[in-house]
């Protein structure tokens, strides 16, 4: 399968890792929307939100439950905002499940 994130987790293609363990990894997005702007994805391809299984329900579990350890590491105290884009509406580019970690600046109070 031809995937980008896929071929980032495989090391095939080149990232600035933030974090990394047997069930997912973090790195830096390559087009910072933020002063901080990390992208963490589950090591197993998963298309989107919209594929969550029961059985891959703990992969994102553990992905939620890391994500503020990353924040720390980054030295997020002060807050931030994580954001998974679905479909074509949400504009997801990517099609491998992934969420923004966007923080060091007081961020837009707009959403959309
Ligand atoms: P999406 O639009 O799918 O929610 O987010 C995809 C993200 O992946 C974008 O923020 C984009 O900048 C990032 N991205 C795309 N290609 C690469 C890449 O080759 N390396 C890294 N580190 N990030 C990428
Ligand atoms: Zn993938």
Not at 5 to 30: H, M, Q, R, T, W
Not at 51 to 58: G, H, Q, V
Not at 62 to 78: F, M, N, Q, R, Y
């Given at each position: 399968?031809?995937?980008?994130?896929?071929?980032?987790?495989?090391?095939?293609?080149?990232?600035?890792?933030?974090?990394?363990?047997?069930?997912?990894?973090?790195?830096?997005?390559?087009?910072?929307?933020?002063?901080?702007?990390?992208?963490?994805?589950?090591?197993?391809?998963?298309?989107?939100l919209d594929?969550?299984?029961?059985?891959?329900?703990?992969t994102i579990?553990?992905?939620?439950?890391?994500?503020?350890?990353?924040?720390?590491?980054?030295?997020?105290?002060?807050?931030?905002?994580?954001?998974?884009?679905?479909?074509?509406?949400?504009?997801?580019?990517?099609?491998?499940?992934?969420?923004h970690i966007?923080?060091?600046?007081?961020?837009?109070?707009?959403?959309?």
């Open positions: 399968m031809d995937c980008l994130f896929c071929a980032i987790i495989n090391g095939d293609i080149p990232s600035k890792k933030v974090y990394e363990d047997d069930k997912c990894y973090a790195f830096l997005d390559i087009n910072p929307q933020a002063p901080v702007h990390c992208l963490i994805v589950p090591k197993v391809h998963i298309a989107s594929e969550i299984c029961p059985k891959c329900a703990e579990a553990h992905i939620l439950a890391t994500i503020p350890k990353i924040a720390k590491d980054l030295s997020l105290g002060d807050g931030y905002r994580v954001v998974t884009n679905v479909g074509e509406n949400g504009c997801q580019s990517v099609k491998h499940l992934h969420f966007l923080g060091g600046k007081k961020l837009s109070e707009s959403m959309a």
